[in-house]
T-cell receptor, first 118, second 113 residues
Framework: DTGVSQDPRHKITKRGQNVTFRCDPISEHNRLYWYRQTLGQGPEFLTY????????KSRLLSDRFSAERPKGSFSTLEIQRTEQGDSAMYLCASSLAGTTIPDNSPLHFGNGTRLTVT | QQPVQSPQAVILREGEDAVINCSSS?????VHWYRQKHGEAPVFLMI?????EQKGHEKISASFNEKKQQSSLYLTASQLSYSGTYFCGTEPQVSGGYNKLIFGAGTRLAVHP
């Protein structure tokens, strides 16, 4: 178990540029989540995947944000035309979800990618 | 919809106890507790399921009052390693049961020698 890894750890970009982040979940985990965290706040849900299927996207997420999880392994989060308000820590988490509802498996978080938009 | 955590911050001397509360306005499937140290990932502590259960993890335990949709995290005989920010993550029953957690704003805990 090598844990959830995220790349890059830090990204500084100019307003209007596109950025892409990568998340590698724990290998056997079938569910993957993206969260955003700003200073002094808890993580805010963005989207999640069950295997390769993106099952939900937060209504707070603008059309500039897109996420993929090809083949149900790693995931990428892309932000187009970045704005200063996008500056935050972007956290990825994975879990091994069972077949029961509700699913009560713990989330395993990565160390995040800190985005600064200048 | 975000759960309310209290207090916002706690300062303890090593060996003292603390209680952190988490309250939701929604009926919940579960409450998760995580601890995050500065610059690190949130680390899972425990899950409380509806049914009013109580759980323990070393000297850290928690309870969930399903009727009130409130959970409390109890830290006893605190250690320096307990310092960090504690988050509760709640899963409202209306969310479908897929672990889409809504996190509180966190409680910052500092333990001093």
């Amino acid at each position: 178990d090598t844990g959830v890894s995220q790349d890059p750890r830090h990204k500084i970009t100019k307003r209007g540029q596109n950025v892409t982040f990568r998340c590698d979940p724990i290998s056997e985990h079938n569910r993957l989540y993206w969260y955003r965290q700003t200073l002094g706040q808890g993580p805010e849900f963005l989207t999640y995947f069950q295997n390769e299927a993106q099952l939900e996207k937060s209504r707070l997420l603008s059309d500039r944000f897109s996420a993929e999880r090809p083949k149900g392994s790693f995931s990428t989060l892309e932000i187009q035309r970045t704005e200063q308000g996008d500056s935050a820590m972007y956290l990825c988490a994975s879990s091994l979800a069972g077949t029961t509802i509700p699913d009560n498996s713990p989330l395993h978080f990565g160390n995040g990618t800190r985005l600064t938009v200048t | 919809q975000q759960p309310v955590q209290s207090p916002q911050a706690v300062i303890l001397r090593e060996g003292e106890d603390a209680v952190i509360n988490c309250s939701s306005s929604k009926a919940l499937y579960s409450v998760h507790w995580y601890r995050q140290k500065h610059g690190e990932a949130p680390v899972f502590l425990m899950i409380l399921l509806k049914g009013g259960e109580q759980k323990g993890h070393e000297k850290i335990s928690a309870s969930f009052n399903e009727k009130k949709q409130q959970s409390s995290l109890y830290l006893t005989a605190s250690q320096l390693s307990y310092s960090g920010t504690y988050f509760c993550g709640t899963e409202p029953q209306v969310s479908g049961g897929y672990n889409k957690l809504i996190f509180g704003a966190g409680t910052r805990l500092a333990v001093h020698p």
